[in-house]
C-alpha cells in the first residue's frame, strides 16, 4: 500500500510560481512512476507531468516549458515546479503513484487557483 500526501497549492495571480510536492509513504519503494493530474469543475481529469524510476519524464503540451517534475529520496518525493501560470492552469491537482504490479494510488489533491 502506497499513501500520497500533496501540499504546496494555494491562489496565485497569472504569471506566477507554485512548486507542489507529493510525498509517498507505505510500500513507497516499489514506485515504478509518479505523476502529477489536474482537473477542473466539470471537466475529466487530464495528466500534467509524470516522471518514471529512470528519471524519464513526459508532459503535457500545455505544460511544456512551463512546468517540471522531479523526484528525490529515493523516488518517495516528487515535485512540479509550476511557472508563468495561466488562469487555465486552474484545478485540484492529484498525485498519482504506480507500483510495479501495475496498481496505482491516488491522494486527495491540492487546489490550485490562479486568478488576478
Known amino acids: 500500500q502506497v499513501q500520497l500526501v500533496e501540499s504546496g497549492g494555494g491562489l496565485v495571480q497569472p504569471g506566477g510560481s507554485l512548486r507542489l510536492s507529493c510525498a509517498a509513504s507505505?510500500?513507497?519503494?516499489?514506485?515504478?512512476?509518479m505523476g502529477w493530474y489536474r482537473q477542473a469543475p466539470g471537466k475529466q481529469r487530464e495528466l500534467v507531468a509524470i516522471?518514471?524510476?529512470?528519471?524519464?519524464?513526459n508532459y503535457a503540451d500545455s505544460a511544456k516549458g512551463r512546468f517540471t517534475i522531479s523526484r528525490y529520496n529515493a523516488k518517495n518525493t516528487v515535485y512540479l515546479q509550476m511557472n508563468s501560470l495561466k488562469p487555465e492552469d486552474t484545478g485540484v491537482y492529484y498525485c498519482?503513484?504506480?507500483?510495479?504490479?501495475?496498481?496505482?494510488?491516488w491522494g486527495k489533491g491540492t487546489l490550485v487557483t490562479v486568478s488576478s
Open positions: 507505505g510500500s513507497s519503494s516499489s514506485i515504478n512512476a
Open positions: 498519482n503513484a504506480r507500483v510495479n504490479s501495475g496498481v496505482t494510488y
Open positions: 516522471i518514471t524510476s529512470d528519471g524519464a519524464t
